[in-house]
């Protein structure tokens, strides 16, 4: 793999329980890392339907995860974060996608 495109959705922010900004700072900065590391690279993308995307971050603010997806086409399963403690399986599983394209 050399390079991933990652889209990136944000719920609408309706109900958030902690800092939604900071949680995807957090996935990008780890999977970034994680890709320098193998001498890949990788880009977060504001998402556009219709594109098609190596990887989908979905970010919730909360357990609904009301987010809609209909229309984002991704190589890949989209990971869902809707708390800040899933920002380290998000990276995880980022990390593992982006490998097995």
Request: aromatic residues 6%; hydrophobic residues 45%.
């Amino acid at each position: 793999m050399a390079d991933a495109r990652i889209a990136v959705k944000f719920c609408g922010g309706c109900n958030p329980g902690y800092d939604r900004r900071a949680a995807y700072e957090l996935i990008r900065d780890g999977v970034t890392a994680d890709a320098g590391r193998r001498g890949d690279k990788v880009s977060f993308e504001q998402v556009e339907e219709g594109v098609l995307y190596d990887a989908l971050l979905v970010i919730c603010g909360c357990a609904n995860r009301c987010a809609s997806v209909s229309g984002i086409r991704s190589e890949t399963p989209p990971v869902y974060v809707w708390t800040q403690s899933g920002a380290a399986d998000a990276i995880s599983s980022l990390a593992a996608a982006i490998v097995a394209i």
